[in-house]
T-cell receptor
Framework: DQQVKQNSPSLSVQEGRISILNCDYTNSMFDYFLWYKKYPAEGPTFLIS?????DKNEDGRFTVFLNKSAKHLSLHIVPSQPGDSAVYFC????????????FGKGTSLLVTP | DSGVTQTPKHLITATGQRVTLRCSPRSGDLSVYWYQQSLDQGLQFLIQ???????AKGNILERFSAQQFPDLHSELNLSSLELGDSALYFC?????????????FGPGTRLTVL
């Protein structure tokens, strides 16, 4: 049962434009959300996170937005760069019951020059 | 480089066999996690250890087992292998294994069962 869903398997964006990656979740107990980036032949790399007490967290070109009522989060990358081309995974956890991460299936982002 | 190491990088074996995957966490990290990524699935949590003790269990098959040793490295044992066990297996580590504690992933072991 997939509790974290990334409904867009792929996304193509021009360099300099905004990339928006979306993620939906079904478990209302999730209270901590993360985005990981993965290049081929490497493990996932932590990018940015947000706890459920916030609705926005920003780190440089990366911003994560959380809409708890809609059980939806999104990752914005502005401006997008060719080096951002990778697979992006959304993950969620319940902080008080351990720290197992529930991952989506990923969205492959291609940033074209 | 996350600081998490996994060996071997690739493993090819036959159905019915048993294999052991090894993970060394980042220096100072006490918690280790194992995840499986199959062809059409996201990363699926298997099991977590903290300072040698099992802390959380996901959808880990009974044919799979893991342990964390006193030096904090961890091994994932997969036995009676089936074709469907072919996947990427990732190990991750974090400092305390609870709360807001970032998990750092190794490069993975690609297991192919023929």
């Amino acid at each position: 049962d997939q509790q974290v869903k990334q409904n867009s398997p792929s996304l193509s964006v021009q360099e300099g434009r905004i990339s928006i990656l979306n993620c939906d979740y079904t478990n209302s107990m999730f209270d901590y959300f993360l985005w990981y980036k993965k290049y081929p032949a490497e493990g996932p790399t932590f990018l940015i996170s947000i706890s459920s007490i916030k609705d926005k967290n920003e780190d440089g070109r990366f911003t994560v937005f959380l809409n708890k009522s809609a059980k939806h989060l999104s990752l914005h990358i502005v401006p997008s760069q060719p080096g951002d081309s990778a697979v992006y995974f959304c993950a969620a956890s319940v902080l008080n019951s351990g720290y197992a991460l529930n991952f989506g299936k990923g969205t492959s982002l291609l940033v074209t020059p | 480089d996350s600081g998490v190491t996994q060996t071997p990088k690739h493993l090819i074996t036959a159905t019915g066999q048993r294999v052991t995957l090894r993970c060394s966490p980042r220096s100072g990290d006490l918690s280790v996690y194992w995840y499986q990524q199959s062809l059409d699935q996201g990363l699926q949590f298997l099991i977590q250890y903290y300072n040698g003790e099992e802390r959380a269990k996901g959808n880990i098959l009974e044919r799979f087992s893991a342990q964390q040793f006193p030096d904090l490295h961890s091994e994932l044992n997969l036995s009676s292998l089936e074709l469907g066990d072919s996947a990427l297996y990732f190990c991750a580590s974090s400092v305390v294994g609870r709360g807001i504690d970032t998990q750092y992933f190794g490069p993975g072991t690609r297991l192919t069962v023929l």
